[in-house]
């Protein structure tokens, strides 16, 4: 049971990025995803979230507006649109799944991990 993510890179300040997750040995469709990001020398926060059949996100504030959230069960895959990309976006990002209807904010609520993906916003 694994998360494989896909999608990081550099970009300058206002590009976008297409981060996805992919699962294998689980249907997704039981489980609510987030993403996480870690930037050097800080906690792992966690950026977005969606519920088990998608029909709602969350964002943290810094995002809001830039960062869309999306899942397809059918393909076992999330996905994380990042619009108007800033240096502080420069992060680790991470997929995440918990067995439960909705998202949380606690990192040691969710039981499945990707092996993260590096996003760079630099000019």
């Known amino acids: 049971l694994q998360f494989v993510e896909s999608g990081g890179g550099a970009v300058q300040p206002g590009g976008s990025l297409r981060l996805s997750c992919a699962a294998s040995?689980?249907?997704?469709?039981?489980?609510?995803i987030a993403w996480f990001r870690q930037a050097p020398g800080k906690e792992r926060e966690v950026v977005s979230c969606i519920t088990r059949e998608g029909g709602a996100m969350r964002y943290i504030d810094s995002v809001k507006g830039r960062f869309f959230i999306t899942r397809d069960n059918a393909k076992n895959t999330a996905y994380l649109q990042m619009n108007s990309l800033k240096p502080e976006d420069t992060a680790v990002y991470y997929c995440a799944a918990r067995p439960n209807y909705s998202g949380s904010d606690f990192r040691y609520e969710y039981d499945y991990w990707g092996q993260g993906t590096q996003v760079t916003v630099s000019s």
């Open positions: 040995g689980f249907s997704t469709e039981l489980w609510a």
